[in-house]
């Protein structure tokens, strides 16, 4: 039995859709994560599990008991979930020890001191009880505001974009600690962001979610390496698309030379039901395309971006197609350079190539070659 | 200016011939520090339950607190006066407004003055009330929430404690703001302070004596209340918010 599921869940604001039609799974003890831009739903799907917005349809189980669905919902007081909000709200009039135990209500006093006590160790900031909010920096006001989800050993904990307040380097060393904690605590978590690197940091499984659905459930790494729609494949990571043509099931064709794939070709927009010499986007990762100056292949530097180990390459193909590769960092060219590059691709990831009609919006969506330096 | 200063005025034994003229004054202060404190526990009272009403997800229950704060802040203080102590009784069932008409007139201008300064002055209260809550972050109400607590322990244990403090200096205004309201009674006869200064001088024929000392009273209260929220607004504040450091 899944701890926390939802079935084809609806939400929309009066003519807006916000969510329409998620359904998940998270199991005892996972930590899911629902990743997407601004405006995806991603937010609002988390305020309905939390019980602060009704849903419109579908349903919500926690822990297999129902919990919402159009016309009912248990109040978040009943739930027993934890939140950690983008802001902490952390009571200001209340210490830090109050603050965690605020939500212990009727345990005994001496049981409550316990496991503020144990919580504060937990999170690092044994001893620091008898401070105020105010009087800690804002990574450990969020671990505090963790603490305080953690204390009444709630079923469920909810984090609603909890590190972007925080600067980038306490960012990635938060989302590990707190990734931690929530393993130790044996917690199931589902977390919120837009930001693919706290994602991939703490989320054993991700929802990668646009316009009201979720594009894709996976684990990072598949996301990654096999996305299952150009919006995964261009949210997640960097890439480009390259055309192509398909010549045989575990061959493409593009400008840069044939690719083999070592699976067969995964086109999820059924390439290979129209058999050969289809044409597909081709996504190539930064780390497909490998820097070799005895390669034949040229392309010209037009953008390079410095990041300490390596360099990041914009580079243009002859065809004036862009393309991004990642080199390292002691091999350092001039813009307008020339150097040689071979591909190195070991799972191939292809898209059929979306009929080009600007007309009436009836044919399929036109996605764009996307490029990002 | 020929104006004979008598100061002494305040010993002499008053019109009535059981006081004095200064124990004139102290009869008036004393009605308006019993009007007005009492008034201003209705308004905390009420101005806080409807302050809260207007934040509550319920139409009804926010539309009717709306309702009240315009209708008892959009009329005239000295109107609302009027009409709590001559068309009111008028309006009771008929034996109840006899009984009314016929208590003792002291207490009937008290009861009308005290509900009248204490709704009006309700009204600011809510309204500061409301704004001290709408104040807060939206996650404190959820936080709360998430924690396990229903609406009314977030407002009660969450909500209210901040907002409170947030609203302390204006709220100090309304309290020393009742004080100085209290002198409207006078129109439906209460002998309150300034009353009295009016009889001083119709008695005595010494007009800046008795507002020079009526004035000091009002300032020495207004002081004393200043001082007290003061003290007050010191021990709760909160750093990092409105009166604290």
Known sequence: MAHLELQDLKQSYGTHVVVNGVSFRVET?????????????????????????????????????????????????????????????????LTIAG??????????????????????ETVGLAGQGEKFPHELSGGQQQRVSLARALAPKPELILLDEPFSNLDVDLRERLSHEVREILKREGMTAVLVTHDQNEAFAMADEIGVMDEGRIQQWDTPYNLY????????????????????????AHEVEVELGTLHSALPLECSQGCMACGKECGVDVLLRPDDIIHDDRSTLQAEVVHK????????????????????SLVPSHHNHALGEKIG???????????????????????PKVVPVTFRA | MSYNWNWGVFLQPSASGDDTYLGWLFTGLKWTISLSLSAWVIALIVG??????????????????????????????????????????????VELGNAFKQSNPLWQQFFC???????????????????GIESLPKGQKNAGLAMGFTLPQVYRHVLMPMAYRIIMPPLTSEFLN???????????????LSRQAQQLVDYTAQPYEAFIAVTVMYLLINVTVMFLMRRLEEKVRVPGFVGGK
Request: aromatic share 10%; proline share 6%; glycine share 10%.
């Open chain 2, 178 to 192: 009742i004080f100085k309201n209290s002198a409207v009674a006078t129109t439906i006869g209460l002998i309150e």
């Open chain 1, 305 to 324: 971006a410095f990041r300490g180990a390596d360099i990041l390459y914009s580079l243009r193909l002859v065809s004036g197609v862009r393309v991004l």
């Open chain 1, 225 to 248: 390496h096999q996305p299952a729609n150009r919006f995964v494949a261009d949210f997640v990571g960097q890439g480009v698309f390259l055309p192509g043509q398909v010549i045989s």
């Open chain 2, 48 to 93: 806080s339950i409807i302050g809260v009403l207007r934040t509550v997800p319920n139409r009804w229950l926010s539309g009717f607190a709306t309702g009240y704060v315009e209708l008892f802040r959009n009329i005239p203080l000295l109107v609302q006066l009027f009409i709590w102590y001559f068309v009111l009784p008028e309006l009771l069932p």
């Open chain 1, 341 to 363: 590059i071979r591909l190195d691709v070991d799972h191939v990831v292809a898209f059929k190539t979306p009929t080009r009609q600007f007309a009436s919006g009836s044919g």
């Open chain 1, 29 to 93: 003890g996972s930590i899911a994560c629902l990743l997407g831009p601004s405006g995806c739903g991603k937010t609002t799907l988390l305020r309905c599990i939390a019980g602060f917005e009704p849903v419109a349809a579908g349903e919500i189980h926690l822990e297999g008991k129902l919990v919402s669905r159009a016309g009912y919902a248990l109040p978040p007081e009943k739930r027993r979930i934890g939140m950690v909000f983008q802001d902490y709200a952390l009571f200001p009039h």
């Open chain 1, 99 to 120: 603050n965690i135990a605020f939500g212990l209500g009727a345990t005994p006093n001496n049981e409550r001191a316990a496991r503020v006590t144990q919580l504060l």
């Open chain 2, 113 to 131: 003055a005290m509900l009248c300064l204490g709704l009006f002055t309700s009204a600011r209260v809510a309204e500061q009330v409301r704004s």
